[in-house]
C-alpha cells in the first residue's frame, strides 16, 4: 500500500536557526513527489516537485532533496514568515496522473 | 484568472440534508480533484477526474457524487449529510502540460449537526 510518513508533527524554531523536516514514503513506483505549504485557513500552495533519487530544488530559504526512500525539506535562517504546515505527496506510476498520497504535514513555527 | 474558486467557504447541515459544493477553475486545466482534510488524517482523495464526463472514485467515495459536465465545473454532492463528513474540503486543479502540479482552492469548511 502507498504510504507518506512526515516527522516530526510539529518543529518550533527560532528566527534563524536552521533545521530539515522528513518525508518518507513507500510506493509501488515513483512517478513524483511533491512539497506543499498550508497556510492556517486556506488551501495547499506549491513549493517542489522532485521526480527521481538525487535531485534537489530551491526556492528562498528552502531547499527539497529526494532519495529512493525519503525527501527532505532544509529550511536555512528561518524566518517568522515561514511558519506554517508542510506537506508532503507522492503520485505514483500506474495510478491517473492527478492521484496524490498526502502525509499528514509538519507544522513548523518560526518565533522571532 | 482567479485559479480554482470554491463556494461557499462555510456551510453548516443537519444531518440528512443534502448539499452541493461547488469548484470552478479558469484555467484550462483537464484534470480536477476533491480531497478531505481532517485533524491526523492529512488530505484525502474523494473524487477525480482527468477531463470532461470523465471521473472516478478515489480513497474515500462513500457518500458522495461528482460529476463533471464542463472542463470548468467540478461539483461535489452530498446525497445525505452525516456527522462524520464534518471536514473541510478542497478542490484542484492540474493539467499534464505543467507536470500534474496541482492548484488548490482555499477550502470549504463544512459541519454536519
Known amino acids: 500500500e502507498d504510504q507518506v510518513t512526515q516527522s516530526p508533527e510539529a518543529l518550533r524554531l527560532q528566527e534563524g536557526e536552521s533545521s530539515s523536516l522528513n518525508c518518507s514514503y513507500t510506493?509501488?513506483?515513483?512517478?513524483?513527489l511533491f512539497w506543499y505549504r498550508q497556510d492556517p485557513g486556506k488551501g495547499p500552495e506549491f513549493l517542489f516537485t522532485l521526480y527521481s533519487a538525487g535531485e534537489e530544488k530551491e526556492k528562498e530559504r528552502l531547499k527539497a532533496t529526494l532519495t529512493k526512500k525519503e525527501s527532505f525539506l532544509h529550511i536555512t535562517a528561518p524566518k517568522p514568515e515561514d511558519s506554517a504546515t508542510y506537506l508532503c505527496?507522492?503520485?505514483?506510476?500506474?495510478?491517473?496522473?492527478?492521484?496524490?498520497?498526502f502525509g499528514t504535514g509538519t507544522l513548523l513555527a518560526v518565533q522571532p | 484568472n482567479a485559479g480554482v474558486t470554491q463556494t461557499p467557504k462555510f456551510q453548516v447541515l443537519k444531518t440528512g440534508q443534502s448539499m452541493t459544493l461547488q469548484c470552478a477553475q479558469d484555467?484550462?486545466?483537464?484534470?480536477m480533484s476533491w480531497y478531505r482534510q481532517d485533524p491526523g488524517m492529512g488530505l484525502r482523495l474523494i473524487h477525480y477526474s482527468v477531463g470532461a464526463g470523465i471521473t472516478d472514485q478515489g480513497e474515500v467515495p462513500n457518500g458522495y457524487n461528482v460529476s463533471r459536465s464542463t472542463t470548468e465545473d467540478f461539483p461535489l454532492r452530498l446525497l445525505s449529510a452525516a456527522p462524520s463528513q464534518t471536514s473541510v474540503y478542497f478542490c484542484a486543479s492540474s493539467y499534464s502540460g505543467n507536470k500534474n502540479i496541482q492548484y488548490f482552492g482555499a477550502g470549504t469548511r463544512l459541519s454536519v449537526l
Open positions: 505527496a507522492v503520485q505514483a506510476h500506474g495510478g491517473a496522473t492527478n492521484k496524490l498520497i
Open positions: 484555467m484550462n486545466h483537464e484534470y
Open positions: 510506493v509501488s513506483g515513483l512517478r513524483g
